[in-house]
């Protein structure tokens, strides 16, 4: 309304010399239109894109010739190796981020206690893992846990336990790439809960001290109240991301051994780039995201409706 | 209830000593006021009664158990900060029955005893809200609400109204008073404002640098102030300060404060200012004792001629400003008195209310 009566103002001082088009480029909505069109199309081409080419991919079958419908969904309905990697990425994504959350706000608290001139230096040292790429630093760990040479088995003979086999059996497998996926995402939330606690007024503490809180009484009525939006939007992102993770299950196990370690990227890509049949892989990538979707849609829910309590 | 007893309290940062040795006894049910410019040390040491900070020597005692180790939890103080530290994530009623709820009250007690409060200030209305939705008058009360519903032994308010505006701060400042008549519990309260001093005190504590200048009755610290500190702080406006000489003048004394004005002081104040004579002093008198020369002149006026240079109408009085000797001085006179800027008009000083002030200790002689 208010553009229309603007644009209407400008006319009449300068009389009809103007193009249509001209005029719908002064109009505010279409230059933000304009402005934002990049973006849109960035989205439609890397986002929009590929997801509806996927659904189409799905639908195909192994040559990529014919349409086929669900089939390729009953077909890895009926596979015990499609249901052992759905709980395994369950297991892996929530066993993960729970270890980070709380490992993350843990550390936060020590940082946040360092003296102001020495918490850079802890922040920087802290941050460490997660600037390397996952890629790069899975191969290190990757050798801490070779079986024979191996620094944890060196130590845990010296101490005089027996040699684990971190990648060959399934259980310390599983153990490990979820290890390895804590040691690289917790400082993700380290970061964020330290800003969190820093945005904490110091007084609230004071006040609960005198209203007669103990430590835990503090963390649990002040800190964690006040840190909820910031944690919920921590674990969503993070969940997505750990959910989706390839990289390090890639590399440290490829999935081995026998499929136990596989999640739904390296199956996705076990089946459809190593094995040939990108129809069956990129079904069983899409089922990512109606798990996905149904965790961001509740977590969301409850940061709306509480909305923005730091007044 | 309980008395607050401070011996010998010190507080260093570093090296810094933010609070010199301060002593202290707040009696039972007293509302003792900690009034000082900044960083004088007022809140520092409410925070030490709290159990905010250590204390690095001397000890504090609530009646006469010493509590230099006890955690604040522990002390059953309620506190009233600056910006109402209100749990942005409560309700007004959790925010005011959180200190019981942590004790385990049961709840009919929390009920009761919140619905008192909330009675006393008038903000029954508001239980349900979230501080957000409140108007810092609000916030206010319900940050005193929650101190009261503890029932502790002592209250402590860290510049409570500094937040708010004018208004609003005149009528809470009433209202802090008129709860304290309610519920009469030791009370300390730490301002900057000498006015909010003045007006709640049943005893005022005025510090300067750490240290404590005068302790005494709001009246007592206006009309007897021991330094030249309490004498400035205390007042708007403040005291004027002359540089004056005392002089032997027969039997009497005089005080000099330029080459054609001087006044003979009291037969009374005579013998107490006679040591003395013959050093340079500080003259000092309230604008209210320098007023226009009345014809029914009363005992111990002096009258002088003062050039008018700002002339402040108020309303029931006006200001007016005139050098002596180079100083500004500022006086208090009847608005129809008829002062007008760039006339001379006859003043008179009222020397029953003067102070002399010795230079080198700051002393009030």
């Known amino acids: 309304m208010v553009d229309a009566a603007i644009s209407d103002v400008r006319e009449l001082s300068t009389p009809a010399k103007r193009t249509g088009m001209r005029r719908m480029l002064q109009r505010k909505s279409s230059i933000a239109f304009l402005m934002t069109l ?7 081409l890397l986002v929009l894109y590929p997801a509806f080419y996927a659904v189409h991919l799905a639908t195909l079958n192994k040559s990529m010739q014919r349409f086929v419908g669900l089939s390729n969904f009953t077909f890895l309905f009926n596979r015990e190796t499609f249901w052992m990697v759905v709980r395994q990425s369950c297991i892996f994504a929530l066993t993960a981020v729970i270890f980070k959350a709380l490992i993350g706000f ?31 630093s899975t191969l290190a760990w990757l050798w801490l846990f070779d079986p024979s040479y191996s620094a944890f088995n060196w130590i845990l003979v010296h101490l005089g336990l027996s040699p684990v086999a971190w990648t060959g059996d399934a259980y310390w497998a599983r153990f490990s790439v979820i290890l390895i996926n804590v040691w690289f995402g917790a400082p993700f939330f380290l970061i964020m809960y330290l800003a969190a606690l820093k945005s904490v007024p110091d007084q609230l503490y004071e006040a609960a001290q005198i209203d007669g809180a103990n430590w835990w009484q503090r963390i649990w009525f002040v800190t964690l109240p006040m840190m909820r939006n910031i944690i919920a939007i921590t674990v969503l992102f993070s969940t997505i991301v750990t959910f989706a993770n390839f990289d390090i299950v890639q590399v440290l196990t490829a999935g081995g051994p026998i499929d136990k370690t596989h999640v739904f990227a390296t199956w996705a890509f076990r089946l459809g780039i190593q094995g040939g049949d990108i129809p069956l892989g990129a079904s069983v990538s899409l089922f990512m995201f109606p798990i996905l979707a149904v965790c961001a849609i509740f977590i969301l829910r409850d940061i709306r409706r509480r909305g923005n309590e730091a007044s | 209830m309980a008395q607050v007893t401070l011996r010998k309290v010190v507080k ?39 159990g905010l900070e250590d204390i690095t020597g001397g000890e504090i005692a609530v009646d006469g158990e010493i509590v230099n180790d006890v955690p604040p939890k522990d002390r059953d103080m309620a506190m009233v900060f600056q910006n109402y530290a209100l749990y942005p994530h409560m309700t007004v009623y959790q925010n005011m029955s959180f200190g019981l709820r942590l004790k385990h009250f049961p709840k009919e007690e929390i009920e009761k005893r919140v619905q008192e409060a909330a009675r006393i200030l008038d903000i029954t209305d508001l239980l349900d809200r ?26 402590l308010f860290d510049e409570p109204l500094s937040n708010l505006d004018a208004k609003l701060r005149v009528q809470m400042r009433t209202e802090i008073k008129r709860v304290h008549q309610k519920v009469r519990t030791t009370t300390v309260y730490v301002t900057h404002d000498q006015v909010e001093a003045m007006t709640l005190a049943d005893r005022v504590v005025v510090m300067n640098r750490g240290r404590i200048e005068q302790i005494g009755a709001p009246n007592f610290l206006y009309h ?38 001087a006044f003979a ?16 002093l500080t003259f000092g008198i309230r604008p209210e004792h320098l007023t226009e020369a009345k014809t029914n002149g009363s005992k111990n006026l002096a009258t002088f001629d003062a050039g008018i240079e700002v002339v402040e109408p108020m309303g029931n009085e006006t ?31 009222h020397l029953d209310h003067m102070h002399l002030i010795d230079n080198a200790s700051g002393r009030v002689l």
């Open chain 2, 130 to 155: 979230k501080p957000r939705q409140l108007s810092g008058g609000q916030r206010q009360r319900v940050a005193m609400g929650r101190a009261i519903v503890r029932n502790p032994k002592v209250f």
């Open chain 2, 319 to 349: 200001m007016v400003f005139f050098s002596i000797s180079g100083t500004e001085v500022c006086g208090r006179i009847d608005p129809n008195a008829g002062a007008r800027v760039g006339a001379s008009m006859k003043m008179a000083a």
């Open chain 2, 12 to 50: 260093k940062y570093d090296e810094v000593e933010a609070v010199s040795a301060i002593d202290l006894d707040i009696a039972d049910k007293e509302f003792v006021v900690l009034v000082g410019p900044s960083g004088c040390g007022k809140s520092t040491t409410l925070r030490m009664i709290a």
């Open chain 1, 106 to 136: 843990v550390v936060a608290h020590f940082v946040h206690n360092v003296p102001a001139n020495k918490q850079r230096r802890w922040r920087g040292i802290l941050l460490i893992p997660w600037v390397i790429p996952p890629a790069m």
């Open chain 2, 224 to 261: 007897s102030p021991a330094t030249r500190f309490v004498a400035g702080f205390i007042g708007s406006p403040a005291m004027n300060f002359l540089p004056c000489r005392l002089e032997q003048a027969g039997d009497g004394l005089n005080v000099r404060l330029s080459d054609s004005i």
């Open chain 1, 38 to 44: 990049p973006l849109i199309l960035l989205i439609g």
């Open chain 2, 265 to 280: 002081v009291p037969a009374e104040r005579v013998q107490r200012y006679r040591p003395a004579a013959g050093k340079e």
